[in-house]
């Protein structure tokens, strides 16, 4: 029997494709913009509290007879808005589309999910906080798979290359751009620090993967659990290691970041990383980390060299992660040593093997689950920690790779799109 | 006093024996479990803290029992009880976190089941602390601690107590999986796990009662080590049992004599650090002198290459 994931893309690859994404992407952007204007007059109609921040799901499980309006609502603001106009603006969309070369149609589409994502964002405070986790999330989830999921290895450090690039990050930038009480005036002007954010960002992702350095040398001469074992013991060093610098807080943790990780950044950052995974792993390196995880003899025997691969993919894992890191503790504004320990770890696997191994768009679907069942679930408070694992091991029980593990998503639109541009010359 | 000096000083030798005993108690389940299934049962520190919480509600009830005249009031029979009752309920702990975590994912990828391990640590934690509330719990003291001085050394009775009977249940379980033919059965599947079936051998009957023993020697723990700091709170059993799972490591995994050894080490590296330099030091100088031994000698003290093939 086939299982309900393989029955279910079709069905959805035929409602989505049926019209072209950007067209899609456009409805949403006006349902956005409509729910600005009257987004708070329907809620208050619908006898709703206010504004329903992630979609109403924490409605759900509080207070079960709202149910009904927060539905109307999503119907009324955004599904009807959003077919009719995807529907109207289908044939200009079509006709458009077809003078774009592949690079121009996705940034072209990636410009409209972020004007999509913020104007929806901005309506609320909150929205725009789960949606720049969100993006730290998506990070950390797909930097972990390079190594848990096409390496074929199990590491649990990302918690550790998360805090590195966070504290380096963070001092760096109360160093540079805040007056602090320990690390005195500002040295530059603070109007700089969103031009210099992103170079510290790789300048604490790159503190990551130097760390990562001291794990990948000894444990890639061998095979099997050792990298569980030495990255276990790698977040425990680090996280009391930060315990024992008082110079940055100690157990006490750091703030004053400055607000400098606004949700165009995140954003940026986020597609940035994706997207040079996604290459990474379509490149030659990345099917060598493959058949290094399928058969390390076999791989060898085919001139790979296995320890080069493996450590490239480990410290590109460790530099994505300290830059989430950096991210993070920006976003949040306040860090300390044990916001990175093993529970932080196992989060992200968990998010990681929830939506399934080895798949770009398996991370990303996870890491939106997860969030949005944390969002569903946030009413229960402690109560969440006990369904959060029953979820998790009914996915592994009955899907032991994960929803989406080693298959991506096929976009439609964007293979056919190739492929039409690559009989081009032919026909000239 | 410096390194050296704490190094030669008797009154440290007992403090780490001590703290080794219960990480080699913890060790061992994490060990018998690898040996035989390849993989980490990474539950196993939580399993810990349960057993330690059973004991608190069997010695509890074991003293209402006394105080109501049922039993006699000896401290020393309530001990024994409590802690044979304990082991017991333990090992249903264990056996239950077999069924749900591990079995459905006999023939899945390891990494899963080690995620199934998490959630089911998490998920005891969590119902834990949603049970009975975020309060601290005080283990009843049953033996009245007494100091005895050996020369210039202090040492409470319990601390002999705790170091005694870990090393004769680790003596225990070493005639167990030597002499008996249960025992028999566990080593050949560590030996080979594809073939033993096919000789006849129950094996889901064997895992099982691996999960029983290891847990039923995390519930021993539990009892021991609230007697030496009776504070119990859900997440005590986090910190010791990843540092048990280090210390299985370090001895060699699946090595009974391993995690007993790598148990003991681990204690005395940790108190030494403690003793000779800033307390706060501990975990990183410790950490740091595993990750040193595991770059030269990666299979561990006393593992083999074989026992850390992966099993596909």
Same mark, same amino acid.
Request: aromatic letters at 12%; a positive charge; hydrophobic letters at 55%.
């Given at each position: 029997?086939?299982?309900?994931i393989?029955?279910l893309?079709?069905?959805?690859?035929?409602?989505?494709?049926?019209?072209?994404?950007?067209?899609w992407l456009?409805?949403?952007?006006v349902? +956005?913009?409509?729910?600005h %204007?009257?987004?708070?007059?329907?809620?208050?109609?619908?006898?709703l509290?206010?504004?329903?921040?992630?979609?109403?799901?924490?409605?759900?499980?509080?207070?079960?007879? *709202?149910?009904? @309006?927060v539905?109307?609502?999503?119907?009324?603001?955004?599904f009807?808005?959003?077919?009719?106009v995807?529907?109207?603006?289908?044939?200009?969309?079509?006709?458009?589309?077809?003078?774009?070369?592949?690079?121009?149609?996705?940034?072209?589409?990636?410009i409209?999910l972020?004007?999509?994502?913020?104007?929806?964002?901005?309506v609320?405070e909150?929205?725009?906080? !789960?949606?720049r986790?969100? +993006?730290v999330?998506?990070?950390?989830?797909?930097?972990?798979?390079?190594?848990?999921?096409?390496?074929?290895?199990?590491?649990?450090a990302?918690? +550790?290359?998360?805090?590195?690039?966070?504290?380096?990050?963070?001092?760096?930038?109360?160093?540079?751009?805040?007056n602090?009480?320990v690390?005195?005036?500002a040295v530059?002007?603070p109007?700089?620090?969103?031009?210099a954010?992103?170079?510290? *960002?790789?300048?604490?992702?790159?503190?990551?993967?130097i760390?990562a350095?001291?794990?990948?040398?000894?444990?890639f001469?061998?095979?099997?659990?050792?990298?569980?074992?030495?990255?276990l013991?790698?977040?425990?060093?680090? $996280?009391?290691?930060?315990?024992?610098?008082?110079y940055?807080?100690?157990?006490?943790?750091?703030?004053?970041q400055?607000? %400098?990780?606004s949700?165009?950044?995140?954003?940026?950052?986020?597609?940035?990383?994706?997207w040079?995974?996604?290459?990474?792993?379509?490149s030659t390196?990345g099917?060598?980390t493959?058949?290094?995880?399928d058969?390390? @003899?076999?791989a060898e025997?085919?001139? !790979?060299?296995?320890?080069?691969? $493996?450590?490239?993919?480990?410290?590109?894992?460790?530099?994505?992660?300290? !830059?989430?890191?950096?991210?993070y503790?920006?976003?949040?504004?306040?860090?300390?040593?044990? @916001?990175?320990g093993?529970?932080?770890s196992?989060?992200?696997l968990?998010?990681l093997?929830?939506?399934?191994?080895?798949? %770009?768009?398996?991370?990303?679907? +996870?890491?939106?689950?997860?969030?949005?069942?944390?969002?569903?679930?946030?009413p229960l408070k402690?109560?969440?920690?006990?369904?959060?694992? %029953?979820?998790?091991?009914?996915?592994?029980?009955?899907?032991?790779?994960?929803?989406l593990?080693?298959?991506?998503?096929?976009?439609?639109?964007?293979?056919?799109?190739?492929?039409?541009?690559?009989?081009?010359?032919?026909g000239? | 006093?410096?390194?050296?000096?704490?190094?030669?000083?008797?009154?440290?030798?007992?403090n780490?024996?001590?703290?080794?005993?219960? #990480?080699?108690l913890?060790?061992?389940g #994490?060990?018998?479990v #690898?040996?035989i299934?390849m993989?980490?049962?990474?539950?196993?520190?939580?399993v810990?803290?349960v057993?330690?919480?059973?004991?608190?509600? &069997?010695?509890?009830?074991?003293?209402?029992?006394?105080?109501?005249g049922?039993?006699?009031?000896?401290?020393?029979?309530?001990?024994?009880?409590?802690?044979?009752?304990?082991?017991?309920?333990?090992?249903? &702990?264990?056996?239950?976190?077999?069924r &749900?975590?591990?079995?459905?994912?006999?023939?899945?990828?390891?990494?899963?089941?080690?995620?199934?391990?998490?959630m089911?640590?998490?998920?005891?934690?969590?119902?834990?602390l949603?049970?009975l509330?975020?309060?601290?719990?005080?283990?009843?003291?049953l033996?009245?601690?007494?100091?005895?001085?050996?020369?210039?050394?202090?040492?409470?009775?319990i601390?002999?107590?705790?170091? &005694?009977?870990?090393?004769?249940l680790m003596?225990?379980?070493?005639?167990?999986?030597?002499?008996t033919?249960?025992?028999?059965?566990?080593?050949?599947?560590?030996y080979d796990?594809?073939?033993v079936?096919?000789?006849?051998?129950?094996?889901?009957?064997?895992?099982?009662?691996?999960?029983?023993?290891?847990?039923?020697?995390?519930?021993a723990?539990?009892?021991?080590?609230?007697m030496?700091?009776?504070?119990?709170?859900?997440?005590?059993?986090?910190?010791?049992?990843?540092?048990?799972f280090v210390?299985?490591?370090?001895?060699?995994?699946?090595?009974?004599?391993?995690?007993?050894?790598?148990?003991?080490l681990?204690g005395?590296?940790?108190?030494?650090?403690?003793?000779?330099?800033v307390?706060?030091?501990?975990?990183l100088?410790?950490?740091?002198?595993v990750?040193?031994?595991?770059?030269?000698?990666? #299979?561990?003290?006393?593992?083999?290459?074989y026992?850390?093939?992966?099993?596909?």
């Amino acid at each position: 029997m086939k299982d309900w994931i393989t029955r279910l893309l079709p069905f959805l690859k035929r409602w989505l494709g049926g019209l072209p994404l950007g067209s899609w992407l456009i409805g949403a952007l006006v349902a +956005g913009l409509l729910e600005h %204007v009257f987004g708070a007059t329907l809620s208050y109609a619908l006898w709703l509290h206010s504004l329903p921040a992630i979609f109403g799901l924490s409605v759900i499980l509080s207070e079960p007879t *709202l149910i009904p @309006s927060v539905v109307l609502y999503l119907l009324i603001m955004y599904f009807i808005p959003m077919y009719i106009v995807a529907r109207l603006s289908a044939p200009f969309v079509r006709r458009v589309e077809q003078h774009f070369s592949p690079r121009v149609y996705i940034i072209v589409h990636l410009i409209l999910l972020y004007l999509v994502l913020q104007v929806w964002g901005t309506v609320d405070e909150y929205r725009l906080l !789960v949606l720049r986790l969100l +993006g730290v999330g998506i990070m950390l989830t797909t930097s972990l798979n390079l190594v848990n999921g096409w390496m074929g290895e199990f590491s649990v450090a990302v918690a +550790g290359f998360m805090s590195v690039g966070a504290y380096v990050s963070s001092v760096l930038m109360v160093w540079g751009f805040v007056n602090d009480d320990v690390f005195g005036p500002a040295v530059l002007p603070p109007s700089l620090a969103p031009f210099a954010f992103p170079f510290v *960002l790789i300048i604490g992702g790159l503190a990551a993967a130097i760390t990562a350095l001291a794990v990948a040398i000894p444990s890639f001469r061998t095979r099997g659990d050792y990298l569980a074992i030495i990255t276990l013991a790698y977040v425990f060093i680090v $996280k009391s290691a930060v315990e024992n610098i008082d110079y940055i807080g100690g157990p006490r943790g750091f703030m004053n970041q400055p607000p %400098v990780a606004s949700f165009p950044v995140v954003f940026v950052w986020t597609v940035l990383a994706l997207w040079t995974i996604y290459n990474y792993v379509s490149s030659t390196y990345g099917k060598a980390t493959s058949a290094v995880r399928d058969n390390e @003899s076999a791989a060898e025997a085919m001139t !790979v060299d296995t320890r080069r691969v $493996k450590v490239i993919a480990f410290l590109t894992h460790a530099f994505w992660s300290g !830059v989430a890191g950096g991210l993070y503790a920006h976003v949040i504004g306040y860090i300390n040593p044990s @916001s990175f320990g093993l529970v932080k770890s196992a989060e992200v696997l968990g998010m990681l093997y929830l939506g399934g191994l080895s798949s %770009v768009t398996g991370s990303v679907f +996870g890491t939106v689950l997860f969030q949005l069942l944390a969002e569903i679930l946030r009413p229960l408070k402690l109560a969440k920690w006990l369904v959060i694992p %029953v979820i998790l091991i009914l996915v592994m029980v009955y899907r032991p790779r994960g929803l989406l593990g080693f298959r991506e998503v096929q976009f439609p639109f964007l293979t056919a799109k190739k492929k039409e541009v690559e009989h081009a010359p032919a026909g000239n | 006093m410096g390194f050296l000096g704490q190094l030669l000083d008797p009154q440290q030798w007992f403090n780490a024996l001590q703290w080794g005993s219960f #990480y080699a108690l913890i060790a061992l389940g #994490y060990s018998m479990v #690898y040996s035989i299934l390849m993989l980490f049962n990474f539950a196993h520190g939580d399993v810990f803290m349960v057993g330690a919480y059973i004991g608190f509600f &069997v010695a509890t009830g074991f003293l209402v029992l006394a105080s109501a005249g049922i039993i006699p009031a000896s401290g020393w029979l309530i001990f024994v009880l409590t802690l044979v009752l304990t082991m017991l309920l333990t090992s249903f &702990v264990g056996m239950a976190v077999e069924r &749900v975590a591990y079995r459905p994912l006999r023939n899945a990828p390891r990494a899963s089941a080690a995620i199934t391990g998490l959630m089911v640590g998490i998920f005891l934690e969590t119902g834990n602390l949603a049970l009975l509330g975020a309060s601290r719990r005080t283990f009843p003291s049953l033996i009245e601690t007494k100091t005895f001085q050996i020369g210039s050394v202090y040492v409470t009775n319990i601390k002999i107590l705790t170091i &005694v009977l870990s090393l004769a249940l680790m003596l225990a379980l070493h005639l167990f999986v030597q002499k008996t033919k249960t025992g028999m059965a566990m080593r050949a599947m560590s030996y080979d796990y594809a073939a033993v079936p096919l000789m006849g051998v129950p094996m889901d009957r064997v895992i099982v009662l691996t999960f029983a023993l290891g847990s039923a020697l995390a519930g021993a723990a539990g009892v021991l080590f609230s007697m030496s700091y009776p504070v119990l709170e859900p997440y005590m059993g986090l910190l010791i049992g990843w540092k048990a799972f280090v210390a299985a490591i370090l001895g060699g995994r699946g090595s009974i004599l391993g995690a007993v050894i790598g148990g003991f080490l681990l204690g005395f590296i940790e108190i030494l650090v403690a003793a000779a330099f800033v307390s706060t030091m501990r975990d990183l100088i410790a950490f740091s002198i595993v990750l040193l031994i595991l770059t030269f000698r990666p #299979y561990g003290l006393f593992g083999e290459e074989y026992s850390a093939r992966l099993r596909i």
